[in-house]
C-alpha cells in the first residue's frame, strides 16, 4: 500500500509564494518519478511539474521560472517552491508518484491553492 500526503496549500495574495510538500509512504522502493498537476474549475487537470529519480526536471511553460520542483535527499518526498503567484495559478493540486514495479501512478488527496487579485 502507498499513500501521498500532501502539505501546503493555502490563500496567498498576487505575487506572493507558497511551498507545497508530499511526503510517499508504504511500499515505495520501486518510486520512480514525482511530480505535480493541477486542476482548476472547469478546467482539465495539467501537468505543472515533475521530477525523475535522477533530478531530471519538467515543467509546464506556465511555470517555468517561477515554480521549482525538489525532491528531499531520501527521494520519497517532492517539493513545490511556488514564486510570483498568479490568480491564474488557483488550482487544487495533486502529487503523484510513478512506480516502475507493478508500473502504476499513486496520487494525493489534492490541496487547494488560491491567489487572490
Known amino acids: 500500500q502507498v499513500q501521498l500526503v500532501e502539505s501546503g496549500g493555502g490563500l496567498v495574495q498576487a505575487g506572493g509564494s507558497l511551498r507545497l510538500s508530499c511526503a510517499a509512504s508504504?511500499?515505495?522502493?520501486?518510486?520512480?518519478?514525482m511530480g505535480w498537476y493541477r486542476q482548476a474549475p472547469g478546467k482539465q487537470r495539467e501537468l505543472v511539474a515533475r521530477i525523475t529519480s535522477t533530478d531530471s526536471t519538467n515543467y509546464a511553460p506556465s511555470v517555468k521560472g517561477r515554480f521549482t520542483i525538489s525532491r528531499g535527499n531520501a527521494k520519497s518526498t517532492v517539493y513545490l517552491q511556488m514564486n510570483r503567484l498568479t490568480p491564474e495559478d488557483t488550482a487544487v493540486y495533486y502529487c503523484?508518484?510513478?512506480?516502475?514495479?507493478?508500473?502504476?501512478?499513486?496520487w494525493g488527496q489534492g490541496t487547494q491553492v488560491t491567489v487572490s487579485s
Open positions: 508504504g511500499s515505495i522502493s520501486s518510486l520512480n518519478a
Open positions: 503523484y508518484g510513478s512506480f516502475l514495479y507493478p508500473t502504476r501512478n499513486y
